[in-house]
């Protein structure tokens, strides 16, 4: 039995519309993987945002005009020249 051509019309047909599925499929998983790209890489922005807040905190915190204080308010004190020993690692 030999296909006529009203079957054929209708396999490449079925073909072509399997194709187009396909195609759609794809471009919709693309646009999803995009949206969710822009997502990451907001989120990614805003993390980095927190993290420079967060060193610059840490960098002030750091600082002597906030460390003197609190010690001092603690009884310590800032050492002076001679209390200051510098140590040489020997063999190195």
Request: a positive charge; glycine letters at 4%; proline letters at 1%.
């Amino acid at each position: 039995m030999t296909l006529k051509g009203r079957h054929w019309v209708a396999l490449w047909l079925t073909f072509l519309l399997l194709t187009l599925v396909w195609v759609q499929a794809r471009q919709t998983a693309a646009l999803v993987s995009a949206d969710q790209l822009n997502n990451l890489r907001a989120a990614r922005a805003a993390l980095e945002a927190s993290k420079a807040e967060q060193t610059a905190r840490i960098r002030a915190a750091k600082s002597r005009s906030v460390l003197v204080p609190r010690a001092e308010s603690l009884g310590l004190r800032a050492a002076v020249d001679s209390e200051i020993v510098f140590l040489e690692l020997l063999g190195g």
